[in-house]
T-cell receptor, first 112, second 117 residues
Framework: DQQVKQNSPSLSVQEGRISILNCDYTNSMFDYFLWYKKYPAEGPTFLISISSIKDKNEDGRFTVFLNKSAKHLSLHIVPSQPGDSAVYFCAANGGSNYKLTFGKGTLLTVNP | EAGVVQSPRYKIIEKKQPVAFWCNPISGHNTLYWYRQNLGQGPELLIRYENEEAVDDSQLPKDRFSAERLKGVDSTLKIQPAELGDSAVYLC???????????????FGQGTRLTVV
């Protein structure tokens, strides 16, 4: 039972364009959502987060949108850069258990 | 500021042998996590510590896995005996706390890639 789903294993975009990474969740108790970026042979690095009381959070080129009714969130990267090429993990927590539940990740490739 | 430090980076062992991983969290972070990441999957929590207390070890296979966090700082994760299916990346992470909001943001180490042959 996968509670956090990233249905696109990979995404390829051109440099300068927008990258949109999607994430769906099933557990209605989740109320805090995070995105992590992971380069090969490194641990995941925190990127951006959003609380369920908000529907948007922006940090530079990165914006996360949350649609609670649809149990869906997305990460927008504008403009995309080759250095953004990495695996992006969506994670969530909430309820009585504070552990982070991760999706399987989406490999983003930004082509020069 | 130093990040989460893990060692070793890589380990290859034969099945049925023991193995141990070490983690030094970010200074001041009370919460420490051990995650396991299988190929093509996201990290999955094995155990979470609040200071020296293991507050969530429900996902830890206790027949062969053990962990400790003496003095609430460094932590070790041990597997004895290792099985072929234990091959994975073992990630340690730490955070300021486990409330709501920014103190739940976990910072990860580089991980230990374990190969059991």
């Amino acid at each position: 039972d996968q509670q956090v789903k990233q249905n696109s294993p990979s995404l390829s975009v051109q440099e300068g364009r927008i990258s949109i990474l999607n994430c769906d969740y099933t557990n209605s108790m989740f109320d805090y959502f995070l995105w992590y970026k992971k380069y090969p042979a490194e641990g995941p690095t925190f990127l951006i987060s959003i609380s369920s009381i908000k529907d948007k959070n922006e940090d530079g080129r990165f914006t996360v949108f949350l649609n609670k009714s649809a149990k869906h969130l997305s990460l927008h990267i504008v403009p995309s850069q080759p250095g953004d090429s990495a695996v992006y993990f969506c994670a969530a927590n909430g309820g009585s258990n504070y552990k982070l539940t991760f999706g399987k990740g989406t490999l983003l490739t930004v082509n020069p | 500021e130093a990040g989460v430090v893990q060692s070793p980076r890589y380990k290859i062992i034969e099945k049925k042998q023991p193995v141990a991983f070490w983690c030094n969290p970010i200074s001041g972070h009370n919460t420490l996590y051990w995650y396991r990441q299988n190929l093509g999957q996201g990290p999955e929590l094995l155990i979470r510590y609040e200071n020296e207390e293991a507050v969530d070890d429900s996902q830890l296979p206790k027949d062969r896995f053990s962990a400790e966090r003496l003095k609430g700082v460094d932590s070790t994760l041990k597997i004895q005996p290792a099985e072929l299916g234990d091959s994975a990346v073992y990630l340690c992470a730490s955070s300021l706390g486990t409330g709501r909001g920014t103190n739940t943001e976990a910072f990860f180490g580089q991980g230990t890639r374990l190969t059991v042959v």
